[in-house]
Nanobody
């Protein structure tokens, strides 16, 4: 069983920064891609960023490019999201996710709230 546990959410003023972390555990955890998604009430969950294990390739949603940076540690079991220049529209529950052998994001964390005040 793979478990993902997020940390680092909170309340910040517009223009501020936060760093989210996600620790993955599980005896056979070797997920190729880990990423961050976010969701606000009444809206679908959207991808924020992801990073691959093999090549370290990254993807960012247009709305966060230049402000957010995703990274993985050398042991490949932690993924972080450094967020700068936060805006009220970044307010959401942020979820860590990891792909299974199928390539789909089948593993999810419980979510962490990020609130940006204006």
């Amino acid at each position: 069983q793979v478990q993902l546990v997020e940390s680092g959410g909170g309340l910040v003023q517009a223009g501020g920064s936060l760093r989210l972390s996600c620790l993955a555990s599980g005896r056979t955890f070797r997920s190729d891609t880990m990423g961050w998604f976010r969701q606000t009430p009444g809206k679908e969950r959207e991808v924020v960023a992801w990073i691959t294990r093999s090549a370290g390739s990254t993807y960012y949603a247009d709305s966060v490019k230049g402000r957010f940076t995703i990274s993985r540690d050398n042991a490949k079991t932690t993924v972080s999201l450094q967020m700068h220049s936060l805006q009220p529209e970044d307010t959401a529950v942020y979820y860590c996710a990891a792909t299974s052998s199928s390539g789909a994001f089948d593993y999810w964390g419980q979510g962490t709230q990020v609130t940006v005040s204006s």
